[in-house]
Nanobody, 125 residues
């Protein structure tokens, strides 16, 4: 059974940092692309970043480039999202997702097959 468990969310002031973690189990970790998505109140879920250890691809949406860093630890089967210089606009529930990597480049996947339950990030002004 595929399981994705997010952690690390919380309340932070604007300009602060948080590190989210996504612990994965139930699938061959390096055969999948792992993505971070977020959903703000009243808005649709949007992609934030993704990574694939299989082909080395990494992708960031323009809104987080230069502020967020995605990384993975294959031995721990965990993907991290380091978020710096947080803004109130980053407030959302952050979801970790996974999809089998069938084509080169995690950026080619704008949705995932499997999802975690999410972790709430609140950035106060």
């Amino acid at each position: 059974e595929v399981q994705l468990v997010e952690s690390g969310g919380g309340l932070v002031q604007a300009g602060g940092s948080l590190r989210l973690s996504c612990a994965a189990s139930g699938f061959t970790f390096d055969a999948y692309a792992i993505g971070w998505f977020r959903q703000a109140p009243g808005k649709e879920r949007e992609r934030v970043s993704c990574i694939s250890d299989n082909d080395g691809s990494i992708y960031y949406e323009d809104s987080v480039k230069g502020r967020f860093t995605i990384s993975s630890d294959v031995a721990k089967r965990t993907v991290y999202l380091q978020m710096n210089s947080l803004k109130p606009a980053d407030t959302a529930v952050y979801y970790c997702g996974a999809v089998p990597l069938l084509m080169f480049g995690c950026e080619n996947y704008d949705t995932m097959d499997f999802w975690g339950k999410g972790t709430l990030v609140t950035v106060s002004s």
